[in-house]
């Protein structure tokens, strides 16, 4: 097994207290005192039109569609924001004023790197302070939830802002005293903030479900974009073994009123334009310092869940770990293989990179690094995110193979099974590579899919 | 141009502040002027709410289809569609958020919904006065197969989406950051973003006879865009009021109080009465006060802009309240208070105050927000109300955080490497 030590974040006021497992004492996310509850509840629209998207393709904030010239919003006022926006913004900023947080994020100092791609820098002496290091297996993409360990259901009703439900009606509304039954999706505050807003959205909280995608979780990840509608408001995940330190599924979401680097990036188009089956483009990033795929939305909300969701699925079932943003509203989704962890537990991570402590996660994977100390702050340049990123990224060998894992299943392949391409995989992996040939590419800063590696090549430490 | 005097029409944002948006900083003939250029183009004020077109010439509607009335007072993105590429968009985005010009090839849509592919051009024109951008040109000059032959006929709109799909990925390839031809234009150079190709890109796909197409349609686009600025520049009012370039650093006009264009269009998103007042400036004065607040208190914007918030006050109010403010303000705290505060005309009215302290990307105190609340026909027993209302207010604070944390001063905007 791979491990490599590392300060978990605290995430919730109740993560600290949690060695003893039984009985809460308070108002958690549990289903001991969930279920009665009053709870706010968002209701969203599952699957809105391309109409009803509000989205739509039009540009900045806008709700009123191109063909209604009928002057639906305020006339002198311009579109509004979201009311999904306002709620999030609102509770959060009352979970502030109550002082739930361990500090005060927007006091924070940040820079934008000088530089054409503008990697953003914030000095937060805060976030990572009191922790005791602990080991993190990093070449377990998925395992089972453990409920000796802390999970979302320990949170404090108070750390909630609200839920997220799909409507039964066809309009969104919100309504703050629901009647609590099942297993609900909840937005709670991440304690230890990145930036303003900083939420987190666990899919039907008294599941269980371990960190991973799957088609449900990952639409309700793109409805809560789709609602919120502002490009600032981005949701990213990590999966276990790519800086993902709770085993329970969540995706996280922050606002930083400026483009993300990776937003920025040059793509080429990966599949056909002119085939009109193709209803999500694909591309690859063509300047970052990692290699990943971008996905965007066409028509249908449905098919890009699909695409997505199932090249997430190959992946972690081939345990490979990999983080993705979601962006533009919910319009762009970056998929990010990465291997730092790995790279990290090998001992193979440069030591000036190293010594930043800066995990790379998906936010920094889209170029928004969090550092802990003040003169790496004052010395980072855009050099310093460039390297730092090269390393969380496969080799362009390995990236190819990636790809073709997750698109042969992609082009007309629905009947093929995930065997099947496993098999593929093998066989391509088998034809280059022995374990020897391996290890030197990770010495040359390389790495390689890793589903298959034998007992012989597993370093602990 | 006469649709545009006309009130009656569908216009989306009220026509005086369009009218108003040319009139303050030019002079009356400048509509005339404008009307003898024969380009694609059209003005956007990014000062008011949704930055609207407030300006649209002859070619840009024949080209796109739409009658003026149906565009004045919209946001340009009525001309993108299901097939528009999300990276073009947000690298327009992109240029507004940091005030500056870009040039993009973008699919856009007739008012018929045919599509077209737009060589787009925007560029910012610029108050000497205070650094601010008081108008967006955008120049259009659509793109077809052959449109080397056609450079002549800027209203040759191609229907053939397939054939141009290729341009698109050839697009695609192009810099992911800052304009590749942004070398040709003054602003670019003035915001000392120009050196900033430091790494090696991948923009060696493109092919060779499509680029000899882009570079005639480039220069054209960026002759109309001097024309239009030049003629901008001749019917500025006030003699030098108006420049191509900026000639005050961000950072220098938020020091005198000034909020920048693109700060601007945030707050403007957000529907609730509120004023930013500058605490590094002497005596706390108002920079910016929403359009609901000028529309509870019933002042104009330029009587309130400048001024300490006391103004409000009068002989009823309780000065525990003002002691309060005064207190969270010294130790950068926010507070509630209700206070009797009064209208313009004398009118008093009671006030649900929340002022907190909001930071820059420093981290340190940029402005103080006060969120109005008018709670004089509330009575005490309503308080479920009360609170969804304080909580609009809270989610003002928020909106209000982000934007600033963002885009205040030089924010978070990029900036050239030192060599």
């Not at chain 1, 909280?205 to 502002?230: G, K, M």
């Not at chain 1, 890009?304 to 199932?310: A, E, F, G, N, T």
């Not at chain 2, 206070?339 to 006030?351: E, G, H, S, T, V």
């Amino acid at each position: 097994m791979l491990t490599i030590r590392r300060c978990p974040t605290v995430v919730s006021n109740y993560q600290e207290t949690l060695d003893q497992t039984t009985g809460c004492g308070h108002n958690c996310l549990g289903a001991c005192c969930i279920h009665g509850a009053k709870l706010p509840v968002y209701s969203f629209v599952k699957f809105p039109s391309a109409k009803g998207l509000g989205l739509d393709f039009y540009g900045e904030s806008d709700s009123s569609q191109v063909q209604e010239f009928d002057a639906q919003h305020d006339p002198v006022q311009g579109p509004a924001l979201p009311f999904l926006n306002t709620l999030i913004l609102a509770q959060w900023e009352d979970r502030l004023s109550r002082g739930l947080f361990r500090y005060d994020v927007t006091a924070c100092e940040t820079k934008v790197l000088p530089g054409e791609f503008g990697f953003i820098a914030q000095l937060n002496e805060g976030r990572h302070l009191k922790k005791r290091p602990t080991e993190f297996c990093v070449d377990k993409v998925l395992q089972p939830f453990d409920l000796k360990k802390f999970n979302f259901t320990k949170v404090g009703q108070e750390e909630l802002l609200f839920c997220f439900e799909e409507s039964e009606d066809k309009g969104s509304n919100y309504n703050e005293m629901v009647f609590m039954k099942d297993s609900p999706n909840v937005v709670i505050i991440n304690v230890s903030p990145i930036e303003y807003g900083h939420v987190l959205l666990v899919p039907r909280v008294l599941d269980c479900i371990p960190q991973q995608l799957e088609t449900e979780t990952f639409l309700l990840a793109l409805h809560f974009a789709l609602e919120a509608n502002d490009p600032y408001f981005r949701l990213g995940y990590n999966s276990l073994g790519a800086f993902a330190t709770i085993n329970h599924l969540h995706f996280q979401a922050y606002y930083l009123a400026t483009p993300f680097p990776v937003e920025r990036a040059p793509v080429r188009r990966l599949n056909d334009n002119e085939e009109q089956d193709n209803d999500v483009k694909i591309f690859e990033l063509t300047n970052y310092p990692v290699r990943g795929v971008v996905y965007e939305l066409g028509k249908s909300l449905e098919e890009l869940v699909h695409v997505v969701s199932r090249a997430c699925n190959l992946l972690q079932n081939c345990n490979i770990p990999f983080n993705v943003l979601i962006a533009d509203r919910g319009t762009r989704v970056f998929l990010f293989p990465q291997c730092y962890a790995e790279r990290q537990a090998r001992g193979e991570v440069e030591p000036d990179i190293l010594e930043t402590q800066v995990n790379p996660a998906v936010w920094e994977i889209s170029g928004h690094i969090v550092l802990k100390r003040k003169e790496n702050y004052e010395m980072a340049s855009e050099d310093y995110a460039w390297k730092l990123l090269t390393q969380v990224s496969f080799s362009e060998e390995a990236f190819s193979e990636i790809k073709h894992l997750i698109f042969s299943s992609d082009e007309g392949m629905e009947q093929t099974s995930m065997a099947g391409n496993l098999e593929k995989l093998n066989l391509s992996q088998l034809g280059k590579d022995s374990a020897k040939t391996v290890h030197q590419g990770l010495n040359n800063g390389n790495t390689k899919l890793r589903k298959n590696l034998s007992a012989s090549e597993q370093v602990c430490i | 141009m006469e649709q545009l005097a006309s009130p009656n029409g569908n216009s989306h944002v009220n026509t005086n502040a369009v009218m108003e948006s040319l009139e303050l900083p030019y002079n009356r003939t400048i509509q005339e002027a404008l009307g003898r250029h024969e380009y694609n183009f059209v003005l956007c004020d990014p000062r008011l709410p949704d930055h609207p077109i407030v300006y649209a010439s002859e070619g840009f509607l024949k080209m796109t289809g739409y009658k003026a009335q149906e565009v004045l007072g919209r946001n340009c993105r009525f001309l993108q569609g299901p097939e528009t590429d999300r990276r073009t968009v947000l690298e327009i985005r992109d240029a507004i958020r940091e005030e500056r010009s870009c040039q993009v090839r973008i699919l856009n849509y007739t008012k018929q919904r045919k599509p077209f592919w737009n060589l787009f051009h925007l560029a910012p024109v610029y108050s000497r006065e205070t650094g601010t951008v008081v108008h967006y040109v955008g120049v259009q000059t659509p793109l077809s197969k052959s449109s080397a032959e056609e450079a002549g006929d800027g209203n040759v709109v191609s229907d053939s989406l397939s054939e141009s799909g290729k341009k698109v990925t050839a697009d695609n390839d192009k810099n992911g950051c800052l304009d590749a031809h942004a070398h040709q234009d003054g602003d670019i150079v003035a915001n000392g973003l120009d050196a900033l190709n430091s790494r090696p890109r991948n923009g060696g796909l493109h092919l060779e006879e499509e680029f000899e197409v882009e570079e005639k349609d480039e220069r054209r686009a960026i002759t109309a865009v001097r024309s239009v600025l030049s003629e901008l520049t001749k019917s500025s009012k006030s003699k030098g009021g108006i420049a191509e370039q900026r000639c005050m650093s961000l950072a220098e006009s938020a020091s005198v109080g000034v909020v920048c264009s693109s700060l601007m269009l945030s707050l403007t998103r957000i529907q609730q009465s509120f004023v930013l007042a500058d605490p590094n400036l002497p005596d706390m004065p108002i920079v910016h006060a929403s359009d609901m607040f000028l529309h509870l208190t019933g002042y104009l914007r330029e009587e309130v802009v400048g001024r300490n918030c006391r103004f409000l006050q009068g002989p009823g109010t309780d000065s525990k309240s003002v002691q309060k403010i005064r207190e969270s303000i010294k130790e950068s705290k926010p507070c509630n208070v209700r206070i009797l505060n009064y209208r313009k005309d004398k009118q008093p009215f009671w006030n649900f105050l929340h002022v907190a302290p909001v930071r820059g990307a420093d981290g340190k105190v940029a402005y103080y927000v006060g969120v109005q609340l008018d709670v004089t026909l509330a009575d005490t027993t309503e308080c479920e109300e009360g609170m969804s209302a304080h909580m609009k207010q809270l989610g003002a604070v928020g909106a209000i955080r982000v934007a600033v944390r963002g885009l205040q001063g030089d924010g978070l905007r990029r900036t050239k490497k030192e060599s």
